[in-house]
């Protein structure tokens, strides 16, 4: 009866270093949600995955920014070179359904750390 | 302008006060509202839920939507130190997406 799991907890990277930060949805969900909470903010959307189709990315900063869930289970976001305006938690999000307004059951987030 | 505004607060109140927290919302498009709770070092979780206008009621909390103000309101009665949380008002934009007003820092003092 785990809830969604997101590794590691915290990460600090150097300004220009890759990370990747990994998603583990509740057995059997269809549908994966990223977030991006800045400090003092509410979550803001960055992408969403049905099974393994990745149906919208406009939240996304930039082409740094890479998301992908390839056997419509575990999900990886990757942020390539990073910046300091990169450092936030990242929360991941999944639910049930395919149609419809579904609950989202949250991860308890990565706190990225860029210096 | 972003498309829910929420007062940051902080917002600190004693025990057992009845506690008001309200969001705006701009697109009249937007039907469900849900009211999430973030505790310190953890990830939202939906409080409640409401549809359109109307009021909706579970225990302590009390969701309010009025459509023609665009205004959201959650209230806590009897408020407990466990209540201390940061409170996201949040709705659905298009079929999956959530848009989260900025939050607001409760403290509950015993």
């Known amino acids: 009866g785990a809830g969604v799991s997101q590794s590691p907890r915290y990460k600090v990277a150097k300004r220009g270093q890759d990370v990747a930060l990994r998603c583990d949805p509740i057995?059997?969900?269809?549908?994966l949600f990223w977030y991006q909470q800045a400090l003092g903010q509410g979550p803001e959307f960055l992408t969403y995955?049905?099974?393994?189709?990745?149906?919208?990315k406009s939240g996304l900063p930039s082409d740094r920014f890479f998301a992908e869930r390839p056997e419509g289970s575990v999900s990886t976001l990757k942020i390539q070179r990073t910046q300091q305006e990169d450092s936030a938690v990242y929360l991941c999000?999944?639910?049930?359904?395919?149609?419809?307004?579904?609950?989202?059951?949250f991860g308890p987030g990565t706190r990225l750390t860029v210096l | 302008q972003k498309e829910v505004e929420q007062d940051p607060g902080p917002l600190s109140v004693p025990e057992g006060a009845i506690v008001s927290l309200n969001c705006t919302y701009s697109?009249?498009?937007?039907?469900?509202f849900m009211w999430y709770r973030q505790y310190s070092r953890k990830g939202p979780e939906l409080l409640m839920y409401?549809?359109?206008?109307g009021n909706k009621e579970d225990g302590r909390f009390t969701a309010q939507v009025d459509k023609s103000s665009k205004y959201i309101s959650l209230f806590i009665r009897d408020s407990q130190p466990s209540d201390s949380a940061t409170y996201l008002c949040?709705?659905?934009?298009?079929?999956?997406?959530?848009?989260f007003g900025q939050g607001t820092r409760l403290t509950i003092n015993p």
């Open positions: 409401t549809y359109s206008s």
């Open positions: 057995s059997g969900h269809v549908s």
């Open positions: 949040a709705t659905y934009q298009g079929a999956q997406k959530l848009v």
């Open positions: 995955f049905q099974n393994e189709a990745q149906l919208d």
């Open positions: 697109n009249s498009a937007f039907q469900y």
């Open positions: 999000a999944s639910s049930g359904g395919l149609a419809g307004l579904n609950e989202q059951f």
